[in-house]
T-cell receptor, first 117, second 110 residues
Framework: EAGVAQSPRYKIIEKRQSVAFWCNPI?????LYWYQQILGQGPKLLIQ????????DSQLPKDRFSAERLKGVDSTLKIQPAKLEDSAVYLC???????????????FGQGTRLTVV | GQQVMQIPQYQHVQEGEDFTTYCNSS?????IQWYKQRPGGHPVFLIQ?????EVKKQKRLTFQFGEAKKNSSLHITATQTTDVGTYFC??????????FGSGTQLTVLP
């Protein structure tokens, strides 16, 4: 079974530039998460989709971050304009998203390491 | 919003010693999940606890879920160098949000 795919793996941009990350979840997974992980910290939930609807985006800085999930499958996360404090690893995860059992286990992609200079 | 606290932040142990990390949620959880992240890697699922007071074991790892479904612990018996990494708890809320704790970074000295 293919895992969660993310690209690019690494990105270096200057502050005030724009950047986009792409995620392809595991086939059939209804729930998709975007997390931001700053070095030495736990993953912070930015946005959660259930199919193509947003479940939670309360911690997404909406003045600069946006995300969409096309047709309930792939997802993109965009930052425009980037700030120095956005330097982090951006992790995409997916789960089956059903009500019980192991279906809520989250499978993570390798992440995109963003450096803003 | 939901907050998940985890202590300690760092733990250094001698190989063969035991290790415990504790997790506390500000709200009652639907389930608690534990993940391990190796340096440079991504979080990998270890286990999920659903029932109040549940205890599960995986070889040298013992996981507990509190009676109130707000706290949890992970205990490793006789640590090995392969146990090195950061251990995260993650609480699933009734609204299906998965919130991670800050993690405990475990170093095992040979």
């Amino acid at each position: 079974e293919a895992g969660v795919a993310q690209s690019p793996r690494y990105k270096i941009i200057e502050k005030r530039q724009s950047v986009a990350f792409w995620c392809n979840p595991i086939s059939g997974h209804a729930t998709l998460y975007w997390y931001q992980q700053i070095l030495g910290q736990g993953p912070k939930l930015l946005i959660q989709f259930q199919n193509n609807g947003v479940v939670d985006d309360s911690q997404l800085p909406k003045d600069r971050f946006s995300a969409e999930r096309l047709k309930g499958v792939d997802s993109t996360l965009k930052i425009q304009p980037a700030k120095l404090e956005d330097s982090a690893v951006y992790l995409c995860a997916s789960s089956l998203g059903k009500a019980r059992g192991r279906d809520t286990e989250a499978f993570f992609g390798q992440g995109t390491r963003l450096t803003v200079v | 919003g939901q907050q998940v606290m985890q202590i300690p932040q760092y733990q250094h142990v001698q190989e063969g010693e035991d290790f415990t990390t504790y997790c506390n949620s500000s709200t009652t959880l639907s389930n608690i999940q534990w993940y391990k992240q190796r340096p440079g890697g991504h979080p990998v699922f270890l286990i999920q606890l659903v029932k109040s007071g549940e205890v599960k074991k995986q070889k040298r790892l013992t996981f507990q879920f509190g009676e109130a479904k707000k706290n949890s612990s992970l205990h490793i018996t006789a640590t090995q160098t392969t146990d090195v990494g950061t251990y995260f708890c993650a609480g699933l809320s009734s609204a299906r949000q998965l919130t991670f704790g800050s993690g405990t970074q475990l170093t095992v000295l040979p």
